[in-house]
């Protein structure tokens, strides 16, 4: 479609299951003061946009959902003298959404150039999101140092796949992943964890820095029991879908530990700057071979094909919608 008033994007008209998704004509957006607009060859597929589905968080309907892309520039707003049209890029879209979509608008701030860099768009659509928070959440929230253990709580899936190979780009030292089932674990190890368990074996597993759990439920449980003194906890998901964990701060204070949470929609709207230089950060190492992302295409069209198959649980790697491949 992408006509100059109209384009095709997948909505969500409802909120339900995977098949409530809708493939709908959409007015195209225009950039304002500090955004741009991107013409939208890829966008990636995320769990959080499975979190907009279901109704857990609160966004008005009909919504396009989508929070990462790659394209190129296709108009700059007031104020923008970094960007030009034309521009290859990858692109957070987390702050209002909208990467499923052949136009997406986005804070300028939260832009990453492509020019002259060895990397395919398909494999730049896969890297704002969880590369971007990988670097965030080891270097800026759990403040790694060097030769420090790390535990992922879920180490096959998009992100998990990025923080095993950060935390080792970051300087740690023993780095373990663990995983849902046995089928996983070959696909988490590729990932350049040092050993991977599954996730029912975490309690022995021995004593860590820091352990990151996207998990929730008793994960997040067996989580903070490994830690180490003064050892920090990052929470950054609930995928189990398991009631909430009570952390008793008395606990923390007898043991010496840490609880953090990390959100990257929040932190992107609240330190635009920081997420934009880290997203850079990020797809500079994805180019240059220092992170290995791998992705699988499927059309925007079978987004919903590609929820349920996050849903599952049983993805590796990343899931990427070709919109209008470039």
């Known amino acids: 479609m992408n006509s100059s008033t109209q384009m095709k994007a997948v909505t969500i008209p409802e909120f339900g299951g995977a098949d409530v998704l809708r493939v709908a004509g959409r007015p195209v957006p225009e950039p304002g003061p500090g955004q ?20 857990v968080v609160d966004v008005p309907l009909p919504f396009v959902p989508g929070i ?37 608008v986005t804070s300028a701030d939260l832009v990453a150039p492509l020019d002259g860099l060895d990397l395919s768009t398909d494999v730049a659509a896969a890297v704002p999101s969880n590369s ?55 696909a988490a190890r590729s990932f350049g964890y040092d050993e991977v368990i ?9 004593r860590f820095d820091v352990v990151i759990d996207m998990v929730g439920g008793p994960a997040r449980r067996a989580g903070l029991d490994r830690l180490a003194p003064m050892g920090r906890l990052v929470v950054m998901g609930n995928a189990s879908g398991a009631e909430d964990v009570a952390v008793p701060a008395n606990e923390l204070w007898f043991t010496n530990k840490t609880v953090s949470g990390f959100n990257l929609a929040a932190f992107s709207a609240a330190f635009p700057d920081e997420t934009g230089r880290a997203l850079r950060r990020a797809v500079a190492a994805a180019a240059t071979g220092a992170l290995r ?9 079978r987004a919903a094909e590609a929820h349920r198959r996050i849903e599952s649980g049983t993805t590796t790697g990343k899931l990427v919608l070709t919109v209008a491949a470039q």
């Open 36 to 55: 741009v607009a991107i013409d939208v060859a890829y966008a990636g597929a995320n769990f959080a946009e499975i979190l907009y589905r279901r109704g």
């Open 198 to 206: 599954l996730r029912d074996r975490v309690a022995d597993a021995g």
């Open 68 to 104: 990462e892309v790659a394209g190129r520039i296709r108009a700059v707003g007031e104020g923008v003298e970094h960007l030009a049209v034309g521009q290859p890029v990858a692109a957070l879209t987390i702050v209002d959404s909208g990467g499923y979509a052949e136009v997406a």
């Open 132 to 186: 971007t928070t990988a670097f965030l959440v080891l270097d800026r929230v759990a403040r790694i140092e060097p030769g420090q253990s790390v535990l992922v709580l879920a180490a096959a899936g998009g992100v998990g796949s990025q923080l095993g190979q950060v935390a080792r780009l970051l300087g740690a030292g023993r780095v373990v992943g663990a995983v849902g089932s046995a089928a996983k674990i070959d």
């Open 293 to 301: 992302v791998q992705v699988e295409t499927l059309p925007l069209e």
